[in-house]
């Protein structure tokens, strides 16, 4: 499976955040990601609160959406 550190869609955040193994990580800005309710389908992750309209995940973490960069 191909991971968000060769994605397109994931921005590294080195030395955004004070937790040291935060700032190894990154922001995913995939469109298959989103906080509207109604916004369900098969191939989606939708969470109904405010985080800002983003994940964090670690460079290693794996996705079905992966973009090549």
Request: proline share 6%.
């Amino acid at each position: 499976m191909e991971t968000c550190k060769t994605c397109q869609l994931w921005r590294p955040v080195v030395g955004e955040f004070y937790n040291k193994e935060a700032s190894n990580g990154g922001i995913c800005k995939s469109g298959k990601i989103t906080e509207e309710i109604g916004g369900y389908a098969p191939d989606r992750l939708v969470y109904p609160y405010d985080e800002g309209g983003y994940f964090w995940t670690g460079p290693d973490f794996g996705c079905v959406h992966h973009k090549d960069a």
